[in-house]
């Protein structure tokens, strides 16, 4: 991992760890790499977009590099655009998941595939020395929202019967998907409720989306729907919810998946790409039909190396990050619902019944920390760890991180007893608060 570039490209509050002079930087350094390369850029709804998108697009043609921005846009509409047409670079300027406050940038390669740690490497290297191009020789800057439509029409194309009599309820978390997801069930004929679907960048990830489900949960019960689906901010994540209200994370939607997949013979291996936080029992209902799971570090960017390398068509994470690379090299939250969807009006079940999976309790806690590496080297904090594991294996496990993008550390505690796991990581969250 670089010094600017995390485990999901460059980001952070903007004006604070993700300025102006970063953009350009990174839009500069882009230019290095490529003479006169093409860019696509795009973007989620934060205030902050076009501000970043703007000093992104200043380095870029700066360095002589030509910027085509489609505006607001999924990340996953980046990474099909930038092949379908032949650009060098894809760019998407959204945090994801992450607050208001936040934004980051991520970038996508020729193939449509996020670039990896040695790439990144080396644009960072790039930052201390900025390309000026001559001033015959600067970029082209060109706006247009016109491919948005060819990203709809791809969605579109994925599914391959009409889904009319379906009732669902989309929450785009006033993020990337706001306009385009709905749209296309439309579009496949069924009837949409919108929640949370406004091109509000105040409102992005606010108590809604797929961080926040009990508003979705509540609607899907309330209007008698088939099924909700819930994105972030950029929407590529997914987490659904069943007629009942009750929540479906990535997991059990890549159970569905891998089901469906395998009995097409499309499912490549007969293997699944889970990470270390994919639930055991995924793993039990997996096996029980066959099938493999394989897990890496936490992050789609390992997962999708390892699908990449082991040529597997199916991988994702419990956040929601799901990658069918027999569609796209990234994860799409929009493309992952609408093939559950497809899933669900071609079979004669309902959603609660195509997840049979029976999940282990997992115990999940984000603990606000000044200093990540201090907490992690704490030796306290590994012996405890370590008296934990002792007592609860092998019927559980326990997982301890750093998030990625924020001041914190990520506590799991995972067992068949939710008294014991919720337990065990008030111990362990007990120890980090006195770090």
Known sequence: MGIYFGTDGVRGVVNNDLTEQLAQMVGNSLARVKKGAKIIVGRDTRISGSYLCAAFSTGALKGGANVLDVGILPTAG???????????????????HNPKEYNGIKIFDSEGRKIGEKQESALERFFACPSVAPPTKVGRYKFSSAPAREY?????????????????????????????????????????????????????????????????????????????FAYDGDSDRVVAVDEKGKVLDGDQLIYILAKHFAKLGLLNGNTVVGTSHTNTGLLIA??????????????????????????????????????????????????????????????????????????????????????????????VLSQKISQILNQISPNGRVLVRASGTEPKIRIMVEHQNKQKADEYLNQIQKIICSI
């Open 78 to 96: 980046i990474s099909y655009l930038v092949k379908r047409r032949k650009a060098d670079f894809g760019v998407v300027i959204s945090a994801s």
């Open 286 to 379: 997996l096996n029980a039909n066959k099938i493999n799971l394989i897990r890496t570090d936490i992050g789609d960017k390992y997962v999708i190396e390892a699908m990449q390398k082991m040529n597997l068509t199916l991988g994702g994470e419990q956040s929601g990050h799901i990658i069918m690379r027999n569609f796209l090299p990234t994860g799409d939250g929009v493309l992952a619902s609408l093939q559950i969807a497809s899933i669900l009006k071609s079979s004669s079940k309902t959603m609660s019944q195509l997840c049979d999976a029976k999940l282990f309790y997992q115990a999940n806690k984000s603990v606000v920390v000044e200093d990540k590496l201090k907490v992690l080297n704490s030796e």
């Open 152 to 228: 709809a029409n791809f969605l579109i194309s994925s599914v391959k019967t009409k889904l009319g009599g379906l009732r669902v309820v989309l929450d785009c978390a006033n993020g990337a998907a706001y306009k385009i997801a709905p749209q296309v069930f439309k579009k496949l004929g069924c009837e949409v409720i919108k929640i949370n679907c406004l091109a509000n960048g105040k409102k992005i990830n606010e108590k809604c989306g797929s961080t926040c489900i009990d508003g979705l949960a509540a609607r899907v019960v309330r209007e008698g729907a088939d099924v909700g």
